[in-house]
């Protein structure tokens, strides 16, 4: 089934470990993205990839860095963890250009 | 201020019933706009979307875009309890990354 595949599912970290999220798509979308949710914050945006090889900053970049290597893979690294990162955390993607994005599961992070 | 305003609810209505749902807005530059819909512990899916001013059906769903106000508003006709989940609006411009709205979540009585 073609989508985005996110791991881990859920995450307890102990602060200042490092952790990274990985998210993979099989749809071909030049486009990646990565968001946190937080209650009564909705979606933020972290950082984002338009294409292969190149990354930008969103709203809430910091403490957080991403790479983009290739099509398919878009992986969110936490250098060291806090507990203001106690998040869940979506990846999505898009054709280039495009509104319609297509989202992960999830992944919920507790750092304690 | 936040670049999208939505009410969190949370809102509950009773099955038949109409949901009406609303977000404001202060970017001018906000030109897309769309309605995702999002069950417990899954991702959003889109639901809706629409450019330009004026209402867009699509089953029993209707988004309206009010542009002049600032305004985009999703009516759910006929709500059924698999309605229930919660509703992000989510606006974009040029640059082709969305600013979502914190999200109203509904439930619909049986």
């Known amino acids: 089934i073609a989508g985005i595949t996110q791991a881990p599912t859920s995450q307890i970290l102990a602060a200042g470990r490092r952790m990274t999220l990985r998210c993979t798509q099989d749809m071909r979308h030049n486009a990646m993205y990565w968001y946190r949710q937080d209650l009564g914050l909705g979606l933020r945006l972290i950082h984002y990839s338009n294409t292969a090889g190149t990354t930008g900053k969103g709203e809430v970049p910091d403490g957080y860095s991403v790479s983009r290597a290739n099509t398919d893979d878009f992986p969110l690294t936490l250098a060291s963890a806090v507990p203001s990162q106690t998040s869940v955390y979506f990846c999505a993607s898009s054709v280039t250009g495009g509104y319609g994005y297509t989202f992960g599961s999830g992944t919920r992070l507790t750092v304690v | 201020q936040k670049e999208v305003e939505q009410d969190p609810g949370p809102l509950s209505v009773p099955e038949g019933a109409i949901v009406s749902l609303n977000c404001t807005y202060s970017?001018?530059?906000?030109?897309?706009f769309m309605w995702y819909r999002q069950y417990s512990r899954k991702g959003p899916e889109l639901l809706m979307y629409?450019?330009?001013?004026g209402n867009k059906e699509d089953g029993r769903f209707t988004a309206q875009v009010d542009k002049s106000s600032k305004y985009i508003s999703l009516f759910i006709r006929d709500s059924q309890p698999s309605d229930s989940a919660t509703y992000l609006c989510a606006m974009g411009s040029n640059d082709y990354k969305l600013s979502f709205g914190a999200g109203t979540t509904v439930t619909v009585r049986a």
């Open positions: 629409t450019y330009s001013s």
């Open positions: 970017n001018s530059a906000f030109q897309y």
